[in-house]
């Protein structure tokens, strides 16, 4: 099946500082990209659609200048939690569809666990 | 409400029970639905795309009701491995044809 990574897999950084995480699609290209926070125990929330070529589309409540979002190529989106805090701990998770169907599947990338002190 | 509901559980089972979880959607624009499963701290991993007629992949049977919006994954013979959090995923026509997840279902098989 189609492979997404991500990278880094963990984090650990000090307040105030900012953090990129890449996302690649492997064997495939996604002009779309989807952004996810998932806390503990909680369920995936969507942060943000990123497009190749043109701005992210953020979801009600996130904030467009905190989490910078880049989709430089069909096979790479980058989050980047700018000047991050310790509320911003989570676990960041992006996923790509396989197509522009609605019925292909999405695939995630493995996730990356921000802790930050 | 929800755009995508689930019964959170936990569902706890022993080996070789059948079980089975039902998730309900609001969207009529929908097009197409997915079961995925979430290991702790790991990412989801598709388990099955759901067709409209059902499906069924060796212990896991899916099904699809348009009219009634919901669709189930039936579990049979349980292995311990099983035990995992299971996402239902709802796709709708227009823009990103973003999906929607479910909270989860929580799935924990005993010996």
């Known amino acids: 099946g189609a492979v997404v990574s991500q990278h880094p897999s963990r984090v650990i950084c000090k307040s105030g500082t900012s953090v990129k995480i890449e996302c690649r699609s492997l064997d495939f290209q996604a002009t779309t990209m989807f952004w996810y926070r998932q806390f503990p125990k909680q369920s995936l929330m969507l942060m943000a659609t990123s497009n190749e070529g043109s701005k992210a589309t953020y979801e009600q409540g996130v904030e467009k200048d905190k989490f910078l979002i880049n989709h430089a190529s069909l096979t790479l989106s980058t989050l980047t939690v700018t000047s991050a805090h310790p509320e911003d701990s989570s676990f960041y998770i992006c996923?790509?569809?396989?197509?522009?169907?609605?019925?292909?599947?999405?695939?995630f990338g493995p996730g990356t666990r921000l802790t930050v002190l | 409400r929800k755009e995508v509901e689930q019964d959170p559980g936990p569902f706890n089972v022993p080996e070789g029970a059948t079980v089975a979880f039902n998730c309900t959607y609001s969207?009529?624009?929908?097009?197409?639905f997915f079961w995925y499963r979430q290991d702790c701290r790991k990412e989801p991993k598709l388990l099955m795309s759901?067709?409209?007629s059902g499906n069924e992949d060796g212990r896991f049977t899916a099904q699809l009701n348009r009219a009634s919006q919901y669709i189930s994954l039936l579990i049979r013979d349980s292995k311990l491995s099983d035990s995992a959090t299971y996402l239902c995923v709802v796709r709708a026509r227009g823009g990103s044809y973003i999906p929607t997840f479910g909270r989860g279902t929580s799935l924990i098989v005993h010996p």
């Open positions: 759901v067709y409209s």
């Open positions: 969207n009529s624009a929908s097009q197409s």
């Open positions: 996923s790509a569809p396989q197509g522009l169907r609605v019925t292909d599947t999405q695939y």
